[in-house]
C-alpha cells in the first residue's frame, strides 16, 4: 500500500469547520425562528443582551445591526455633531473614523504604539482643541488599548470614551472587561469575528441606564412610544435570526477563546523552535491584558514578498490594515500628510496576520511557521 502525502492547506479562517461541530445546534435554533415567524426584537434578542451584558461586566447591552452602526449608535446618542472632534486610531477598520464623519464631525488621528498597534496615550493630549468631545480607542486584534492612561485624561478633559471593542470580546484589562471601561462599549458579530453571526450584527454595551434607554429608542428611528418621534434615530436592529444563532455560538466563546489563546502559545514557540525570531516580530501580550487573539499579527520587514510566499504554499494570511485611515482619499480633507502618523504608516508596510482560528490543527501551525522559515532561508 502506497501512502500518499496529502498536502496541507490552512486558510486565514474555517468557519466550515467551527459549523461542522454545532450544526445541529444552530439549525434546530434556526428552525424555530421560522416555526415562531417572529423575526424582529423578540425574545431571543432580549435573551442575548442579557446573556452577553454580565459577560462583558455591564447592566445593559442593545442589539443592533453591525458593528459600524454600534458606534455610529453611540456616537449619536452623545450628540455628536458638525464642528466636533473625535480622537481615534488611524490604524483600525475603516468603521471606526467613518462612524464620526458619517455625523459630520472630525475624526481626529493619534499615532500608535507600534508594540501593540492601539492608541499611544502619550500622543493623545497634543491633539485636544476646544472642539473635542470623545476619544475612540479601538482594542485591535484582541488586545485592549491602555485605558487607565486614556480615562484618566478623558476625565480631566470631560470628554466621553467610546471603546470599540469590534475584536475584542472577552479581551480584559486590568480585570476588566472589554466594552466596560468607557461609557459606552461597541460590538461586532461580522461573521469572521470571535463571535460571528451569520450575517451582519452588532451591539451597545453601557452601565448607565438612561443611556440604555437612549441606544433602545435611537435604533428604532427614535420613536417612543411607537411612531411618535422625539429625537432622529436609525433603523438599526439584530434580528431575531442572527440572535439565536448568536446565543448557540456564544455558548462555545470561552473555548474558542482558549483554543485561540493556546494556538498564540504555539505559534510563539513554533517561531522560536524555528529561530525565526530575528526576522518575525511577534505579537506582544501585556501582562496585565488577556488577550483573545482575534488575530495573531507579525511584524515583518519584507511583507509582500512573504504573503505572496504563504500563498503559493497554500497559507491564508491577511493585511489588518494596509492603508491607515488618514491616508484614505475619503479623509483627505484632513490633511493629515504621508509621515505625519509614522508608527501607524510602518505598521500598514509590515503587518501580516496568520490563521488563528480555534479548529486550527498543531499540524497546519507548524507547516505555517516551517514555510516561513523557508523563505527565509531562500533569501
Ligand atoms: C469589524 C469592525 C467594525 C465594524 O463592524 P461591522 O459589524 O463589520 O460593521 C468596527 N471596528 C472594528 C475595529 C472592527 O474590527
Known amino acids: 500500500m ?42 431571543e434578542g432580549v435573551a442575548l443582551e442579557e446573556a452577553l451584558a454580565p459577560y462583558c461586566d ?43 464623519s458619517r455625523l459630520g464631525a472630525k475624526p481626529v488621528f493619534v499615532d500608535i504604539d507600534p508594540d501593540t498597534f492601539n492608541i499611544d496615550p502619550k500622543l493623545i493630549e497634543e491633539k485636544i482643541t476646544s472642539r473635542t468631545r470623545a476619544i475612540i480607542p479601538v482594542h485591535l486584534f484582541g488586545q485592549c488599548a491602555e485605558m487607565n492612561e486614556i480615562l484618566e485624561i478623558a476625565n480631566r478633559h470631560n470628554l466621553v470614551v467610546i471603546e470599540d471593542a469590534a475584536q475584542a ?15 459606552i462599549g461597541c460590538l461586532s458579530f461580522f461573521p469572521s469575528k470571535n463571535l460571528g453571526a451569520a450575517g451582519d450584527a452588532g451591539m451597545m454595551l453601557t452601565s448607565d441606564p438612561d443611556l440604555a434607554e437612549k441606544l433602545r429608542v435611537l435604533r428604532v428611528h427614535g420613536g417612543k412610544p411607537k411612531y411618535y418621534y422625539r429625537m432622529l434615530g436609525v433603523n438599526s436592529r439584530l434580528d431575531e435570526l442572527q440572535a439565536t444563532v448568536l446565543k448557540v455560538k456564544f455558548n462555545h466563546l470561552e473555548s474558542w477563546t482558549k483554543a485561540r489563546q493556546e494556538n498564540a502559545s504555539r505559534y510563539d514557540k513554533l517561531f522560536a523552535d524555528y529561530k525565526l525570531i530575528e526576522q518575525v516580530k511577534l505579537p506582544k501580550v501585556l501582562s496585565y ?91
Open 2 to 43: 502506497t501512502t500518499q502525502k496529502t498536502k496541507i492547506s490552512v486558510p486565514l479562517l474555517d468557519l466550515k469547520a467551527q459549523y461542522q461541530n454545532i450544526k445541529s445546534e444552530i439549525m434546530s435554533a434556526v428552525e424555530s425562528i421560522f416555526e415562531s415567524q417572529y423575526f424582529i426584537l423578540g425574545k
Open 58 to 100: 455591564t447592566k445593559f447591552a442593545i442589539g443592533c445591526a453591525s458593528g459600524s452602526d454600534a458606534l455610529l449608535i453611540a456616537l449619536m446618542a452623545i450628540d455628536i455633531k458638525p464642528g466636533d472632534e473625535v480622537i481615534t486610531t488611524p490604524f483600525t477598520f475603516f468603521a471606526t473614523g467613518g462612524s464620526v
Open 169 to 183: 470580546i472577552g479581551s480584559e484589562y486590568y480585570g476588566k472587561r472589554a466594552g466596560s471601561m468607557g461609557l
Open 289 to 379: 491584558c488577556r488577550h483573545i487573539f482575534h488575530q495573531y499579527t507579525i511584524c515583518v520587514s519584507d511583507r509582500d514578498q512573504l504573503m505572496k510566499h504563504l500563498k503559493d504554499n497554500d497559507i491564508g494570511t491577511e493585511v489588518y490594515y494596509p492603508l491607515s485611515l488618514h491616508q484614505q482619499d475619503c479623509f483627505a480633507y484632513l490633511g493629515q500628510l504621508a509621515g505625519s502618523l509614522p508608527k501607524s504608516e510602518q505598521a500598514a508596510n509590515q503587518v501580516l496576520s496568520l490563521p488563528i482560528y480555534p479548529e486550527l490543527t498543531l499540524e497546519q501551525q507548524d507547516y505555517v511557521v516551517s514555510t516561513i522559515a523557508k523563505f527565509y532561508a531562500q533569501k
